[in-house]
């Protein structure tokens, strides 16, 4: 997941993440610099999806 740039997209990608699945709190997007890693298994859990799938989500968004 490091080569994903969240650090200066956040704010934006976390807007696109909860509208995009409503169950979504700020306290599960709660993104800590260099914690990438937490972020991804946190939302893995929230979203039962796979660390892949989240990782191409949020790719689309980034591009």
Do not use: P
Not at 27 to 48: F, P, S
Request: glycine share 8%; hydrophobic share 30%.
């Amino acid at each position: 997941m490091s080569d994903l740039n969240l650090k200066g997209n956040w704010n934006e990608l976390k807007g696109k993440l909860k509208q995009e699945y409503g169950e979504l709190t700020d306290d599960d997007l709660t993104y800590v610099e260099g914690k990438e890693d937490e972020l991804i298994g946190n939302l893995q859990k929230k979203l039962n999806k796979t660390r892949e799938e989240i990782a191409s989500e949020i790719k689309k968004w980034l591009d």
